[in-house]
Antibody, heavy 117, light 106 residues
């Protein structure tokens, strides 16, 4: 079965960085891209970006450009999302999802990132 | 960017009701649209992709249609497990934007 397992909850201070991991199993990692989506408390879904696990190409939401980095490690079938210069409005649950450009068929369990002084 | 607007934002319905949720796009595109269901504290679940293709394992009471700027998700007979929030997402062009969500409640 396909599984995406994310790293645990994080508490960060404003201005810090956070790096969330997403370990994939049960399929050929390089055959599907990974999307990252976040959801602030009580709010809707926000697409953050997508990375090709085949060649590392990325597409980021414009409002996160400059603060966001997505990477992969094909030796461990793990995708990473790093967000820098954290602000209080970055407090959210962050999800990774296996995405082939037609829809996110499999999702991680979510990682709560809390930004608070 | 393509803006996706869902209506209604909240929908009150009863068991057995036929429910329709609409997603309107700010620009026209073909069929690069997905629908998700999300329950509190859970990750979203893919229901429909390519506007009308039912994801494996999803009950046949869910259906999707549309193209251009208007897309719909229909639940033919609302079941207890269907009370949730539903989101559309376009995959026509980056950024892959979501609608704001439609909460289906009793």
């Amino acid at each position: 079965q396909v599984h995406l397992v994310q790293s645990g909850a994080e508490v960060k201070k404003p201005g810090a960085s956070v790096k969330v991991s997403c370990e994939a199993s049960g399929y050929s990692f390089r055959s599907y891209g990974i999307s990252w989506v976040r959801q602030a408390p009580g709010q809707g879904l926000e697409w953050m970006g997508w990375i090709s696990t085949y060649n590392g190409n990325t597409n980021y939401a414009q409002n996160l450009q400059g603060r966001l980095s997505m990477t992969t490690d094909t030796s461990t079938n793990t995708a990473y999302m790093e967000l820098r210069s954290l602000r209080s409005d970055d407090t959210a649950v962050y999800y990774c999802a296996r995405d082939n450009g037609l829809g996110s068929h499999y999702w991680g369990q979510g990682t709560l990132v809390t930004v608070s002084s | 960017d393509i803006q996706m607007t869902q209506s209604p934002s909240t929908l009150s319905a009863s068991l057995g009701d036929r429910v329709t949720i609409t997603c309107r796009a700010s620009q026209s595109f073909s069929s690069w649209l997905a629908w998700y269901q999300q329950k509190p504290g859970k990750a979203p679940k893919l229901l429909i992709y390519k506007a009308s293709t039912l994801e494996s394992g999803v009950p046949s009471r869910f259906s999707g249609s549309g193209s251009g700027t208007e897309f719909t998700l229909t639940i033919s007979s609302l079941q207890p497990d269907d009370f949730a929030t539903y989101y559309c997402q376009q995959y026509n062009s980056y950024p892959w934007t979501f609608g704001q969500g439609t909460k289906v409640e009793v």
